[in-house]
């Protein structure tokens, strides 16, 4: 390190181990659900909680090229995510200890540089919270719609992106107080809100407010308890983006999952796919003689269905009438 000397550090440490489901320490946000083993995955005993945070960078190592002293910084939140491709994660207070304490050492490649425009509580909430309101929205341009679930954190950030992008929000929130200041300070266009507390049904109320086709991302905070609601709200070929499990996790509630995953996203056949289809084959000129399993004549019918329900073909089996 260069001429700065740390010689005291403060940081906040668990003094308990992890035992899920027990509140162990009081924070805000995502570092509560982490802290006290909401998150669905282990946290390390007696680590450092939290893990938004923004600092300027005091001191270097000799080998770091990408750095200055007095750069703004935060590090990123899953310290082994630097390309998307890496097989392995490693959150900041879960698997590692987190950011609360008043001196932080990174390697370079953890750390981003912030904008200079905001002060340091605005460039705070970055990591975590911007992060992920940024990842889950990644793809969606003006004219699409989005419902954002919740006025915490995450869904806070969403929202000003959202806007900025040129989406049309539906915004639902537990508290009418919290959706009056909402749509007050975004009244322009105004603001869709829907009461996800006062109407056990909302997915109807945004599917009204969406002319019946529902929106094209979600962001989902809920888990088990919303996620079928979400879906069912989500238009045909649109996204849920699952980013957090605030509700209570029973996966019974999750029984109609499978029928309206599969109705919402993954078998469209709309026409326009079978015309892009047949124009692709049309000018591959594909043939499919290696994935019939056999031809069978109309009168065959009986046989060729018992064949099917033994499991015996492979591809398919084609039932031909006479003559064509
Ligand atoms: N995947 C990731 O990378 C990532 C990153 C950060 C956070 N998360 C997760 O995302 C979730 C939100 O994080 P956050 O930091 O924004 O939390 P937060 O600030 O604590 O947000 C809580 C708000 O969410 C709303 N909410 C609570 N239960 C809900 C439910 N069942 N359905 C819909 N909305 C509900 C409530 O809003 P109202 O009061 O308006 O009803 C509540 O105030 C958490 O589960 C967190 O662990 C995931």
Known sequence: MADIQITARRAFRRTDNYTPGT??????????????????????????????????IIALGEKVKTLSRGDR??????????TGREPIRSWLAADEDGVL?????????????????????????IPC????????????????????????????????????AGLQVVLSSSSEDKLEK????????????????????WHEE?????????VDLVIEVGGCQSLVKSLKCTKRGGTVSQVGYLSK????????????LIDR????????????????????????????DSVQPFDKADEAIEYILQGKQIGKLVLRIEGK
């Open 23 to 56: 509140p162990k320490v009081k924070l805000v946000t995502e570092d509560v659900n982490t802290a006290n083993g909401g998150n669905p995955w282990p946290v390390t005993p007696h680590g450092i909680p939290c893990n938004d945070a923004a600092g300027e």
């Open 73 to 82: 910084v935060a590090p990123i939140v899953d310290t082994e995510n630097i």
């Open 101 to 125: 304490a008043d001196y932080l050492v990174f390697d370079e490649t953890k750390l981003c540089k912030l904008p200079t425009y905001l002060d340091w509580v605005g460039a705070s909430i």
């Open 129 to 164: 919270a911007g992060v992920t309101a940024w990842a889950a929205l990644k793809g969606f341009t003006v004219g699409h719609s989005v419902l954002i679930q919740g006025t915490g954190g995450v869904s806070m950030f969403a929202l000003k992106l959202a806007r900025a």
């Open 182 to 201: 909402m749509r007050q300070q975004f009244s322009s266009p105004p603001l869709l809100t829907v009461n996800y507390a006062s109407n056990p049904n």
């Open 206 to 214: 945004v599917l009204k407010l969406t002319d019946g086709a529902g």
């Open 249 to 260: 996790q029973d996966p019974s509630q999750l029984a109609e999952l499978l029928p309206v």
């Open 265 to 292: 996203r993954v078998i469209l056949r709309i026409k326009t796919h079978m015309d892009d289809l047949c124009a692709a084959l049309s000018a591959t000129q594909m043939n499919f003689d290696d994935v019939i």
